[in-house]
């Protein structure tokens, strides 16, 4: 076997969808994140520094600073270059009204789309379909009808396939 990688799978929206386990578990904690958080330091708790100082890349890009992030990793109080920046802090209050494209729905990652970053192009065509779905551009469209051919399918190109319907809806903010 040549990826030796676990993959989680699930039916959202009558759609097979699979995921890479660690993503899938990221995505979850992210999710109960947004949905638990009371300050940022819970979101950092709930997720981690990592994604957290992701998230601060990502502000700053939106704001087309990213070349002030060096000095934020140095500990650096960006406001002495930006009089009226202010970024999240660990004692802050949460809230997703900083999280760049939350209120459009392109925040998350989103696996049915993300499946293109792992999946091996040679078996784009076997497995699925690429389906236009409004803001989202595309989703990759696995019929359910089809699941055992394409758990077979994946575990033969190196892949273990774990269904898990639970993880899904949670790395898909539906649990």
Known sequence: MQNQSILIYGNIDNNLVFCPEAEAVALARRWYAIRNATTWQDFIDFTSEEVFNQLIYEILEALELVDLYPNYLMGEDLSSYITDLHLPQPEDPFTTDVLPGFDEG??????????ISWLPEELHDNLGQFDHHGVFEFVYRIDPANESMVVQSLEAAGFMCKKDQALMEQAHGLA
Do not use: K, L, R
């Not at 392109?106 to 499946?115: D, K, L």
């Open 106 to 115: 392109s925040y998350m990652p989103i696996p049915a789309q993300e499946i």
